[in-house]
């Protein structure tokens, strides 16, 4: 008689072998729009963040929008606190910018990983420049 035993190993928690120590950082994000001859925007601009976790569920999603001041600048007058506890976590920003005249948006995106917010003591304090054709 010949037995053949089947072993499998269990699969390994990526989750697991990347935690890091937990860390909470909030972001305060504010878009300058512009055209490229330097005319300010003052049109509808909106934000779309969440944070994702190593498992790829998502949480604390928040969808702000609102018009640029005359200077072309629009803040959505919030702060955005998250937890990062992973090295696979990531906060997920993405402004839209509106085309006053066709149906076109322009959209900048950025992902924020832990390591990328390690550097930043407490906060993500960033503008992003946003130039319209």
């Known amino acids: 008689m010949i037995f053949t035993t089947f072993s499998c190993d269990k699969e390994k928690d990526i989750c697991e072998d990347t935690a890091e120590p937990l860390i909470t950082r909030s972001f305060v994000l504010t878009a300058k729009v512009q055209y490229k001859d330097y005319e300010p925007y003052q049109g509808k601009v909106s934000l779309f963040i969440y944070k994702r976790y190593c498992n790829d569920t998502r949480s604390g999603q928040f969808n702000p929008e609102g018009n640029c001041n005359e200077e072309g600048y629009w803040f959505s007058g919030m702060q955005y606190i998250y937890?990062?506890?992973?090295s696979l976590d990531k906060v997920e920003v993405e402004f839209e910018v509106y085309n006053e005249?066709?149906?076109?948006?322009?959209?900048?995106?950025?992902?924020?990983y832990y390591v990328d917010v390690l550097e930043y003591l407490t906060e993500v304090n960033k503008t992003y420049e946003i130039t319209l054709p």
């Open 83 to 86: 937890k990062f506890e992973n």
């Open 101 to 112: 005249t066709t149906t076109e948006s322009k959209k900048v995106h950025e992902t924020f």
